[in-house]
């Protein structure tokens, strides 16, 4: 991976790296190299902080290998084997790349068998950070109406004049 790309990740995606690199372990392989320049040369932020036009993990993503276009794909986390031609799993060299990287980056990275591949992020479809920012926003926006009647009113009572029926007048009359 080239040193030059800014990578930026969630906290929850860090995580998930940091625990697929314990399941490495010391294999030191292109995936592991990858894996480790990831973690090492990235801007960690908070959920709701992660700008809109970069891939995160369950983003959906269009992208080009080597000048062709691939996608839209979802990136998910499950290991490869049998996903839908529309996922890009994470346990995958161009799934590992492309985490991270916003809307026209690119970076080169080494294939298992040694081949270099460079990966372009070309359009977002769709990132779930920036989809709950957007229902939250939408929701602020619109005030709940309460249309349960009140159980307890606490508008002050008119106040009613005693009578009295006895012709005893109260001590304070004397």
């Known amino acids: 991976m080239s040193r030059e790309v800014f990578c930026q990740l969630t906290a929850g995606d860090a995580n998930v790296l940091m625990s697929m690199l314990e399941q490495e372990a010391d294999r030191p392989s292109p995936f592991s190299i990858l894996l480790r320049e990831k973690l090492?040369?990235?801007?960690?932020?908070?959920?709701?902080?992660?700008?809109?036009?970069?891939?995160?993990?369950?983003?959906?993503?269009?992208?080009?290998?080597?000048?062709?276009?691939?996608?839209?794909?979802?990136?998910?986390?499950?290991?490869?084997?049998?996903?839908?031609?529309?996922?890009?799993s994470l346990h995958s060299m161009r799934g590992l790349a492309i985490l991270g990287l916003a809307v026209g980056q690119k970076t080169e990275f080494l294939t298992d068998d040694g081949h270099s591949e460079v990966l372009s992020v070309q359009h977002i479809l769709f990132q779930p950070e920036a989809e709950a920012r957007l229902k939250q926003l939408g929701q602020r926006l619109i005030e709940p109406i309460d249309h349960a009647p009140q159980v307890v009113s606490f508008r002050p009572r008119p106040r009613r004049a005693v009578v009295s029926r006895d012709d005893d007048p109260d001590p304070s009359a004397a």
């Open 40 to 88: 090492n040369h990235s801007d960690v932020y908070f959920r709701e902080d992660i700008p809109p036009n970069v891939v995160t993990i369950d983003t959906q993503v269009a992208f080009t290998v080597n000048g062709l276009s691939i996608g839209p794909q979802i990136l998910v986390r499950n290991a490869e084997g049998l996903l839908p031609s529309f996922a890009l």
